[in-house]
Every structure is written in C-alpha cells, then in structure tokens.
C-alpha cells in the first residue's frame, strides 16, 4: 500500500519526541511536509533537522498549547494545513488521591483543550478547501482505566468522545476526524519508568529481563510485548491517507490486544 502524503502539509503537535516524533519522521518518509511542534526549539530543530537530512521537508512550529496565545503562533507558523495530528500531552504517575483538583484542571487543558485549540484555529481552512484530516491520539486507558492518573485517563476519554463529536460536525465536508489509540509505547519517557518498577520489584536488571514480567503483570496483550512508536505512526499515516478517505469517527486500536472488549 502506497499512503502518499505528498503535496500534504501536516502539523504534528508534541513531536520533539516519543510517538510525535516518530509519527513526524513517518509522515515526512511518505512525502508530507511536517511542521514539528514542541516548546523546545533545539529538540524541534533537531527532529526537523534529522527529517531534512533523510530527505524529506519539514519547518518548526514552537507553543506551549496551555496558553491561547502560544496557539495561535503555532497556528501562524504551520499555515494552512492538511493534516493536524493532535497529539502533544503529559502524563504522571500518581495515584487517584494524590492527584488535586487543581492538578486535574491542569491536566485537562494541557491533554485536552491544547487539541480543541488548534481545532478552532485549523480546521475551518480545511473544511473550505474541502479536504483534511484530524487524527487524536488518544489511549485504551480511556475505555479501560487503571487506579492510578485519573485525572490522564479522563482526559484520553474526552480525546476519543471529542473526536466522534468533531467527525459528526465535519458531515460532508471532506474532513475526517478520528482516534488512533496506543496501549502502552516504549517510548523513551515510558522505558525509564518501567525500568524503575521493574528492578524495584525484582523483575530484573535488563530491559529484555523486566519486559515479559512487566507485561504480564501490568499489561497483558496478545501480542506479550510493549509497542514501538513505529506501530503508532504507521496507524496515523494511513488515516491521513486517502485509503482511509471512508473512515471517521473511528477508533483504531493500536494496542496488540490489550483492551479486551468487542466496543
Ligand atoms: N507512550 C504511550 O504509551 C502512550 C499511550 C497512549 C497515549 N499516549 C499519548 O501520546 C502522546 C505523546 O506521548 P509520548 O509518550 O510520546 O510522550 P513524550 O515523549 O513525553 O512527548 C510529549 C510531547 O508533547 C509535547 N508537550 C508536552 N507538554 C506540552 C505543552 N504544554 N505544549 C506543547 N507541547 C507539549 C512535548 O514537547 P516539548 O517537551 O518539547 O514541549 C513532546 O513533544 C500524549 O498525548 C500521550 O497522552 C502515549
């Protein structure tokens, strides 16, 4: 299957690393232009630089989403694109009682509001143009949440309602909106966390050793391993393709099983 991007301009918020970064370096592979989005210019430069040097096209679009502002300098340095990949948030690690109200609201603008903000600011273009594409990720820990980070998890379920939602508004527009949503990804971030868990609880010393106990224990899947953000990526890239121009408000699934129920 050829995804083609080319002649497609695609903002990717948060990807100065993790899933962001590999969904950027994808895209650009299949010949979109890619506006890389972080807060810090020298990791943005750095992925835009390792994209240039591949062979592909890409430009830096530097915000933080919390603020209005930010949005619309970021809206400003993208310019008008066809795909807006929402995908820049944070997590913790915290439990349910740990985590304040305060923290919740934080946690909400930063995981859900920066997506709704960029939203407002590019996708009334594409819906003139006539054509566009809005992927979200999103998470299984929105349809199968844990104890701990509460206040993350229901942020991943506004992701995925808000998605559906936006599809429905876009009816007929040519403008698709919809989820791909990654169980747990080896990303950087994660690696160093689970490593932590893993020796404390004696799993091992070696990720080849930590992982299998790691999987069993905290996230049982078919598949008996973590996912590699390439997996995500190649999810993404196809939504933005025209092979998935009769897909919306669809929930793709990147997870090797992990989410157990038929819905
Ligand atoms: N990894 C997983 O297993 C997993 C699973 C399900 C869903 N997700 C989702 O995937 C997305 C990426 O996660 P990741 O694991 O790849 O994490 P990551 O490596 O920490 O990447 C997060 C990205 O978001 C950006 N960002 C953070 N706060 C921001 C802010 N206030 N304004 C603008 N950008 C901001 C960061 O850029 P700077 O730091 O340069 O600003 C960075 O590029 C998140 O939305 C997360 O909820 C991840």
Do not use: C
């Not at 830096?60 to 989403?65: E, H, P, R, S, Y």
């Not at 876009?170 to 080896?186: F, K, M």
């Amino acid at each position: 299957m050829n995804t083609n991007l080319s002649g497609k301009r695609a903002l990717v918020t948060g990807s100065t690393s993790g899933l962001g970064e590999a969904i950027a370096k994808m895209m650009a592979r299949e010949g979109a232009h890619v506006v890389v989005h972080g807060r810090d210019a020298w990791r943005a430069e750095a992925v835009a630089t390792a994209i240039r040097v591949d062979g592909g096209s890409a430009t830096v679009a530097l915000g933080d989403l919390t603020s209005d502002e930010a949005a619309d300098a970021v809206a400003r340095a993208a310019g008008p694109v066809d795909v807006l990949v929402n995908n820049a948030g944070a997590y913790h690690h915290a439990s349910w009682f740990e985590t304040t109200p305060a923290q919740w609201a934080q946690s909400l603008d930063l995981n859900v509001i920066s997506g709704v903000r960029m939203v407002h600011r590019l996708v009334p273009a594409m819906r003139e143009r006539g054509w566009g594409r809005v992927i979200t990720i999103g998470g299984g820990l929105a349809i199968q949440p844990m104890p701990m980070q509460p206040d993350y998890q229901a942020a991943l379920a506004a992701r995925h309602n808000l998605a559906v939602s936006l599809a429905r508004a876009l009816a007929g527009t040519g403008v698709t909106s919809n989820v791909v949503a990654p169980g747990a990804i080896l990303v950087p971030a994660v690696e160093q966390f689970l490593r932590e868990i893993g020796k404390q609880r004696g799993w091992g010393s070696t990720w080849e050793e930590i992982e299998p106990t790691l999987v069993r224990e905290m996230v049982p899947n078919d598949v008996g391993r973590l996912g590699h953000p390439d997996e995500i990526a190649a999810a993404v890239t196809f939504l933005a393709s025209e092979h998935a121009a009769y897909m919306s408000g669809a929930v793709l699934r990147v997870d090797g099983g992990t989410i157990r129920s038929v819905a």
